[in-house]
């Protein structure tokens, strides 16, 4: 079973700064089969990246990802105020599994 | 615009059953695969499980295997997700979520999402 740990555990940045998140697998990611996501709350997840790199429909460029193997990262150019909320990594395959999130608030 | 309404939820006593439902909309059904994902208060999002296009493959998560069913009617656009024997431990938000490649892929689109509380 693959375990994703996710750093920090809590950004506080302020808009305008770049947010720079970590998300690093207990064995190799295959194919790399990395996927990103933003929760606000009270809402469902949104994907923004897949294929460790590729940005979703519809997901500005100031989010971009990149990585391999075991280490994968998400950065946010320039922080926009709607871009505060949790992010969770995800190795996704016929059994799927979710880092526990990194949470980007307001400093 | 693909649209996923969950309904189904509520309070249901331990050991009890419940059946979730989840109307698709805006993208072919028939062609995606759909999974179901849980989300218990203030904590991060858990996998619970997935059914091909065709229906004819499901994987489900350890913690739930045995106990709960997916399934889904082409006919209606919908997909369902039976629980029985349910544990205060499956209380959450349960999203429904579809996978526009195959059943291994990310999850695409994802509704709003229905509250289980399971409580005596």
């Known amino acids: 079973e693959i375990v994703l740990t996710q750093s920090p555990g809590t950004l506080s940045l302020s808009p305008g700064e770049r947010a720079t998140l970590s998300c690093r697998a207990s064995?190799?990611?295959?194919?790399?089969?990395l996927a990103w996501y933003q929760q606000k709350p009270g809402q469902p997840p949104r994907l923004l990246i897949y294929?460790?790199?590729n940005r979703a429909t519809g997901i500005p460029d100031r989010f971009s990802g990149s990585g391999s193997g075991t280490d994968f990262t998400l950065t946010i150019s320039r922080l926009e105020p709607e871009d505060f909320a949790i992010y969770y990594c995800?190795?996704?395959?016929?059994?799927?599994?979710f880092g526990p999130g990194t949470k980007v608030d307001i400093k | 615009e693909v649209q996923l309404l969950e309904s189904g939820g509520g309070l249901v006593q331990p050991g009890g059953s419940l059946r979730l439902s989840c109307a698709a909309s805006g993208y072919p059904f028939s062609f995606s695969a759909m999974s179901w994902v849980r989300q218990a208060p203030g904590k991060g999002l858990e996998w619970v499980s997935t059914?091909?296009?065709?229906?004819?493959?499901?994987y489900y998560a350890d913690s739930v295997r045995g106990r709960f069913t997916i399934s889904r009617d082409d006919s209606k656009n919908t997909l369902y997700l039976q629980m029985n024997s349910l544990r205060a431990d499956d209380t959450a938000v349960y999203y429904c979520?579809?996978?526009?490649?195959?059943?291994?892929?990310?999850?695409?689109?994802w509704g709003q999402g229905v509250l289980v509380t399971v409580s005596s």
């Open positions: 059914i091909s296009g065709s229906g004819a493959t499901k």
């Open positions: 979520a579809q996978l526009l490649l195959n059943p291994s892929s990310n999850f695409d689109y």
């Open positions: 294929g460790t790199a």
């Open positions: 995800q190795r996704y395959g016929f059994s799927p599994f």
């Open positions: 064995q190799s990611v295959s194919n790399s089969y």
